[in-house]
């Protein structure tokens, strides 16, 4: 046999139920009216207590999880060197120096390429090419 939890609907009603039971139906006088809520108080919080009780009993539904979103791994810091003929030059400077001899300031996109044998560097910077000695 099927066990039927209890939903806290039917608790409240349940704890209604037993607080009208035990409230006095007739008016009596003042005097037994205030012993009858005096009786009946405890009785209530002791009907609202087994009622939270039932309540915590009952399984509570759960939220479903967030996924979190995947972190993007981070481009690690490079720093690239050439170097020939006894000297030393950083990739970033050349690409510095390119943009600085288009005569732009700002450049979306730009393509480098460096001749060390030559000591040449060309480059085109948004459609336009160019080219400078090192």
Known sequence: MAVKKATPK????KVEAAVKAETPKAEAPKAEAKKAETK???KKAAAKAEVKEEVKK??????PAKKAAPKKAAEPKTAVVIEYAGGQISTADIVAKAI?????????EINV???PENGKVYFTADGEQGSFDL
């Open 113 to 115: 390429y460096y001749q």
């Open 40 to 42: 009946a108080a405890p």
């Open 58 to 63: 009952a399984p509570a539904k759960k939220a």
């Open 10 to 13: 039917d608790l409240e009603a």
């Open 100 to 108: 600085e001899v288009s005569g732009k300031k700002t450049v979306k």
